[in-house]
């Protein structure tokens, strides 16, 4: 099981990117499959995290109504639209998969991680 996370970029403040994450061939209906981020001199935090079956998703406050985590119908990529990005934003961004129906962005819960992708906003 492997995670490939892409679609990192630079960009502007208020501009738009969309990561991938492909989960290498297994289906993500039985995982949890979170998106985390660490910016430079701060700790790793949870974004946002799209459930198994029936999916459901939940992100920090700090992204709400700007970013949308979501999978395709086949069940191999979960995406997260990053809209109206701002500075703070910047940071590396990992994919995470676990497999388990909650809806949790506990990191130590999470044993399936992708290399990371850099998202840098300029101001």
């Known amino acids: 099981v492997q995670l490939q996370a892409s679609g990192g970029g630079l960009v502007q403040s208020g501009g738009s990117l969309r990561l991938s994450c492909a989960t290498g061939?297994?289906?993500?209906?039985?995982?949890?499959i979170s998106w985390f981020r660490q910016a430079p001199g701060k700790e790793r935090e949870g974004v946002s995290c799209i459930s198994g079956s029936e999916p459901q998703t939940r992100s920090i406050d700090s992204v709400k109504g700007r970013f949308t985590i979501s999978r395709d119908d086949a069940g191999n990529i979960v995406y997260l639209l990053m809209n109206n990005l701002k500075p703070e934003d910047t940071a590396a961004y990992y994919c995470?998969?676990?497999?388990?129906?909650?809806?949790?962005?506990?990191?130590?819960?999470?044993?399936?991680w992708g290399q990371g992708t850099l998202v840098t906003v300029s101001s």
């Open positions: 995470a998969a676990a497999r388990t129906s909650a809806l949790t962005t506990r990191s130590e819960l999470y044993p399936i």
């Open positions: 061939g297994f289906s993500s209906d039985y995982y949890a």
